[in-house]
């Protein structure tokens, strides 16, 4: 069964950095494009970042460009999100996601069960 598994969450102050990590198994995402995502308590899930299946291409929303970076790793079957000079807003429950045809916003297939990011002013 496909699986995906986000680790890297925890609680940060503002303008600091964490690495989230997404690691797949039971199947291989190599020829899937893998998405970050986002949802705050009391808000809808939003797209944060995307990256290609190759890694060549990558899409991030604006509110994140400039401080999160979306990175792959298809020998390790693994993405990762950078997140830098962080920000209260920034606080949610981060998922990673693999599709097929979706990238970089549009219908993604598998999801992970989420890691919390927490940032404090």
């Known amino acids: 069964q496909a699986q995906l598994v986000e680790t890297g969450g925890g609680l940060v102050q503002a303008g600091g950095s964490l690495r989230l990590s997404c690691a797949a198994s039971?199947?291989?995402?190599?020829?899937?494009?893998m998405g970050w995502f986002r949802q705050a308590p009391g808000k809808e899930r939003e797209f944060v970042a995307a990256?290609?299946?190759?890694?060549?291409?990558?899409y991030a929303a604006d509110s994140v460009k400039g401080h999160f970076t979306i990175s792959r790793d298809n020998a390790k079957n693994t993405i990762y999100l950078e997140m830098s000079s962080l920000k209260p807003e920034d606080t949610a429950v981060y998922y990673c996601a693999a599709t097929v045809g979706g990238y970089p916003r549009g219908r993604y297939d598998y999801w992970g069960q989420g890691t919390q990011v927490t940032v404090s002013s």
């Open positions: 039971g199947r291989t995402f190599d020829r899937h494009a």
């Open positions: 990256i290609s299946w190759n890694g060549h291409n990558t």
